[in-house]
């Protein structure tokens, strides 16, 4: 790297420095998304290992006093007829007796299936009933001198072959669509202030008029950006080491630790995906003709990514965007927190690809610093 690459790099570093707020503006998220990550984590497993208790109405409890006992060892009681209207349970008047008689009696669940915030109690209750239902028919079967089993000719045994670090993989990959996010957030201000902004302040003509080329110029710009964003993934990376310790992992078998080699992995990764998020920022910011008309763009720009990344996280992506940056890194990430083998080929090739792309935008600039339109925004 020649002296003037190293020279206009540092002054960039200079510049960005001086604008504070700026810079921790591009780190917030560097420091926030974790911690959120750990209280959305924090509420997922309170759920899921301790659910609260469901409160309905029920129609004729004492029709079925039995149902209803089964009914709240199970966490679902009734609850203040006036206040709980959204669930209703209703039992028939002859319930008690066509139990009695062996026959079907008639349970009527009452709510919108169509209100989101209904449909987990609904499928609650349904699950109960259906419980419920199914040891009243064993019972049934025992009085009449029959044995229940032969009413399940098929007796599935499933076998999970999952380890602790796979079920660990599994949120941590989720986590990770965080992590890789950051390096496009932590450097996006510095792009648009290096571009969009030396233009405004009248000091991008002036940096060309120096004896040094906008290749040179242009390398600097990308170098600096994406050292932030490599300071920003390097910060989410600290932070979700001693945040994620935390979380009450055992309570769902497994622990999940952000130790070095993770951290190694995910720098090494993540510097190709940084050198182009710092490309693409750099790129846009100097096709748009000023600061703000700069940060409408790359809020659009960003989503891309975006949307790459969570293709990837939810395991939604068709087998083409394994090629492709972002969504590419993140499977081969993915596979390496589950302790699998690292799918070298795919991540080398889409590593690759975004190298390319991190080329041909780095070329567009060079030659759109030579327009005296870019240079000067007309």
């Known amino acids: 790297m020649s002296n003037k690459i190293i020279t206009m790099v540092r002054k960039e570093l200079i510049d960005a420095a001086r604008d504070k707020r700026s ?14 990550m750990c209280g959305m984590f924090f509420m997922l ?16 409890p004492q029709g079925a006093p039995d149902l209803i006992k089964y009914l709240s060892s199970k966490g679902i009681t009734q609850g203040d007829a006036d206040k709980n ?8 008047d002859d319930y008690a007796s066509n139990m009695a008689k062996g026959i079907s009696a008639d349970v009527t669940l009452i709510a919108d299936a169509s209100n989101e915030k ?33 009413m399940q000719p098929i007796k599935l045994n499933v076998e999970d072959q999952a380890t602790p670090d796979s079920k660990a993989g599994m949120i941590l990959g989720l986590a990770t669509m965080t992590m890789i996010y950051a390096v496009f957030i932590s450097g996006m201000n510095l792009a648009i202030d290096t571009s969009a902004g030396e233009r405004e302040r009248n000091s991008l003509a002036l940096l060309l008029s120096h004896p040094v080329s906008t290749g040179q110029i242009v390398i600097a710009k990308i170098i600096s950006v994406t050292l932030f964003g490599m300071i920003g993934l390097l910060l989410t990376l600290i932070v979700s080491k001693f945040a994620y310790s935390f979380v009450p992992w055992q309570e769902l078998g497994f622990s999940v630790s952000v130790n070095s080699s993770f951290i190694g992995m995910m720098m090494l990764v993540g510097l190709p995906v940084a050198i182009m998020a710092a490309c693409l920022q750099l790129f846009v910011s100097f096709m748009a003709k000023s600061f703000k008309e700069a940060q ?30 972002v969504s590419g890194q993140l499977q081969a990430l993915i596979e390496f927190i589950k302790g699998r083998e690292l799918p070298g080929m795919q991540l080398a090739i889409s590593s690759l690809i975004t190298l390319a792309i991190s080329a041909l935008l780095a070329f567009g600039m060079q030659k759109s610093l030579k327009s005296e339109k870019i240079v000067f925004g007309l």
């Open 23 to 36: 810079v921790m503006a591009g780190l917030y998220y560097a420091v926030g998304a974790p911690l959120l």
């Open 45 to 60: 497993i309170g759920q899921l290992t301790s659910p609260e208790d469901l409160n309905i109405k029920i129609n004729n």
């Open 85 to 92: 209207k959204d669930i209703l349970l209703v039992v028939s």
């Open 118 to 150: 209904l449909q987990k109690s609904i499928r609650r209750l349904e699950k109960n009933l259906q419980q419920y239902s199914s040891e009243m028919g064993s019972l049934r079967l025992i009085a009449r001198g029959i044995d229940p089993r032969v």
């Open 296 to 325: 409408s763009y790359l809020t659009i720009v960003l989503m891309l990514p975006m949307m790459l990344a969570m293709a990837a996280s939810y395991d939604i992506a068709p087998d083409t965007l394994q090629w492709l940056p």
